[in-house]
């Protein structure tokens, strides 16, 4: 079974920058893509961002464009979330997300594609 693990959270302020890891371990969905959720304390969890499997591709949610970036390691199976010029609003616990679906990285904002969850990794950002 496959296993992901976040981890990078803490506390910024407002305006810095934090960058987040996911591994992937076990039977993994390498082939397949991989990406972020977030959820804010009385908030729905939403779609951040998503890459293809060789990460020639990627797909950001709007409300982080510009700022937020997703990449792949350089190992197997790991997945970066590079934040940059983080506001308060950003504050939540990340959850990365995988899928064993052949779809498209923007396919994978519909949280019911969502195969496999992390645990969460907690991101403050203090005003």
């Given amino acids: 079974q496959v296993q992901l693990v976040e981890s ?7 305006g810095g920058s934090l960058r987040i890891s996911c591994a992937a371990s076990g039977r993994t969905f390498s082939n397949y893509p991989m990406g972020w959720f977030r959820q804010a304390p009385g908030k729905k969890r939403e779609f ?9 591709v ?3 949610a709007d409300s982080v464009k510009g700022r937020f970036t997703i990449s792949r390691g350089s190992a197997e199976n790991t997945v970066f979330l590079e934040m940059n010029s983080l506001k308060p609003e950003d504050t ?3 959850y990365c997300a995988a899928t064993k679906r ?5 396919g994978l904002a519909n949280i019911g594609l969502v195969d496999s969850w992390g645990q969460g990794t907690q991101i403050t950002v203090s005003s």
Avoid: F
């Fill in 92 to 94: 939540g616990i990340y």
């Fill in 58 to 60: 990627t797909y950001i």
């Fill in 48 to 56: 951040v961002a998503a890459i293809t499997w060789n990460g020639d």
């Fill in 102 to 106: 052949t779809i498209q990285p923007m």
């Fill in 8 to 14: 990078g959270g803490g506390t910024v302020q407002a």
